[in-house]
């Protein structure tokens, strides 16, 4: 496990996620790991590779429901929730976790980074490194009785105006290198992003 803080900004996780890597490789004594990132941490390992030179020590980067492109759900809630709110929101979630193990949640600066402008900033900064496999693989619901709040209505409101999605995350802002597929099951359930 990475071990890198849920909500605080990508170079604070990334930095983290480096100092993980390392550790890693000194204690299995190996010359390379294959890293697999669900969700921001897919972003947080995206950014070690390119920004922090730890490239020459990963062999592969598989993201899963990473949102690439963005969350224009973000976007939306930011711009209709006062920035009060936000906030407000923020301090009681990084009240939770500092209790759950996070040092220094920061979830203000965290959701802003999933916003579609600051991905598209993102994206330009940090290019793939050449010698690294970089894969996707994103999921969907089937349904809004998938998953539970929130992200059932997060799922319908998605679905409405941006098709497939985990709940989170479209299918297509998950893409990113070689697309590996859209993860789904034979029941109608179908695969949320806490799942």
Excluded: W
């Amino acid at each position: 496990y990475g071990n890198q803080q849920s909500a605080t900004p990508m170079e604070i996780c990334a930095n983290e996620l480096k100092e993980q890597i390392l550790e890693i490789m000194e204690k299995e004594n190996c010359e390379k790991v294959n890293i697999i990132g669900h969700s921001k941490g897919g972003l947080d390992a995206r950014y070690a590779v390119s920004c922090l030179g730890i490239d020459k020590n990963v062999a592969s980067l598989t993201t899963i429901g990473t949102p690439h492109k963005g969350c224009k759900l973000v976007d939306s809630l930011l711009k209709k929730f006062p920035d009060k709110f936000v906030r407000s929101l923020a301090k009681k979630y990084n009240s939770a976790y500092l209790k759950l193990g996070d040092k220094t949640p920061d979830f203000y600066s965290g959701i802003y980074d999933l916003t579609t402008s600051k991905c598209a900033e993102f994206n330009e900064k940090v290019p793939n490194k050449e010698g690294v496999v970089y894969q996707s693989v994103a999921s969907k619901m089937s349904s809004m009785f998938s998953a539970g709040f929130p992200l059932n209505i997060c799922y319908a409101l998605i679905k409405r105006n941006e098709g497939e999605n985990d709940g989170f995350v479209t299918v297509e802002s998950s893409k990113h290198g070689d697309y590996l597929g859209c993860y789904s099951t034979k029941r109608k359930r179908g695969v949320s992003h806490g799942d």
